[in-house]
């Protein structure tokens, strides 16, 4: 696959040459007072193919296509450049549009079967923490429940970045560490059921990266309200995708985050073997992101000040001799073959990007948005997509 593949010193550059194309924006060190747009990034996770999402005669998201891509800039064309070592999978996927690299990770502490990958090149977390005086609150990472590796994408390993400059998470799995532990700090019921609850937390605890500081009293209170609204045995708030899409509304009128990633996953289910699992789940974040844009709008704060970014993880295979057709671990040309729609303050409306685009040119793009440098980016900011 032929790509356009720039260094770092000329992403920099271009990020600057953008800073001044965008109202608000100038060539020189920004204040430390963040005052550029609202992010928000969905990652339409879980792999999904073209043929499902954008093609109209066969797409299961509607909302995608006639309500939202009209606001904005699509690019039918991204792609995930085939090179050694770059794998088409969710960790691998959604580090490349985080960090503007390929490979930019190595495995993190094999404690599980489940591969671990912390990011070695900073995070648009990172990049946008390191720039201005945000607090960690206000830079959400939003993951599923069954998924406690992507905590790892909140911070990387870079000495100039790393843990002082993290997102916080918010998941279900983040919720039962929080609630485990209010348990055994109040001491209450019988012993059996707190010796229980300390080893239900050592399991979970072995699950989540090790050494990251506490979460800050913003999220505990999101906590605190959370079990007082759906209580504590995970019965009555939503779950899977839904529950990210909840997640991330409270997260909207509670923390007032700048910069947001909703990681959903539900596709992927399909790997257990029925092709619907993968349709419905396809509509179901067609739903949820119109939901989120609605509520968006209907924010005083956030609206016309909110910058969208809707981008796949990864593609899928397309083996019409299989009994579910698509997957995505076969590294075939498919799966390579993804999408993205920005809309959004200053983004061009009614446009198709008609041009093969890379997938590590979403983080540059963005962070030139918000006014953070991502020097260390593979590609330059994507200028025309701004109006």
Known sequence: MKTTRRGAVAGLVAAGALNTMIPGRSAQAAPRDYRGPNVVIVRFGGGVRRRETIEAAHSYAPRLLHRLAPRGVLIPDLRIEQLDGVDTSHAEGTLNILTGRYRAYRPGPARTVIPRLEPTEPTLFEMLRRAYDIPAHQTLLINGEDRPQEEYFAYGVHRNHGVAYRSEVLSLHRFKLWRLRETLAEGRGAEAELTRARDALARLERQSRGGAPKQSAEIDALWRRWRAVYGEDGLRNPRGDRALTEL????????????????????????????SHYTRAIAGIDADLARLAAAVDADEGYRDNTLFCVVPDCGRDANPLMEVPFQHHFNS??????????????????????????????????AAAMGAAAPRAEHAPLSELFA
């Open 248 to 275: 991330a509304l409270w997260a909207l009128r509670l923390l007032r985050p700048r910069l947001m990633m909703i990681n959903y996953q539900d596709p992927d289910y399909v790997h257990w073997g029925n092709p």
């Open 333 to 366: 040309r498919s799966a390579h073959e993804i999408w993205a729609l920005f809309f959004g303050p200053g983004i061009t409306r009614g446009r198709v990007l008609d041009r093969p685009v890379d997938q590590t040119a979403i983080a540059p793009t963005l």
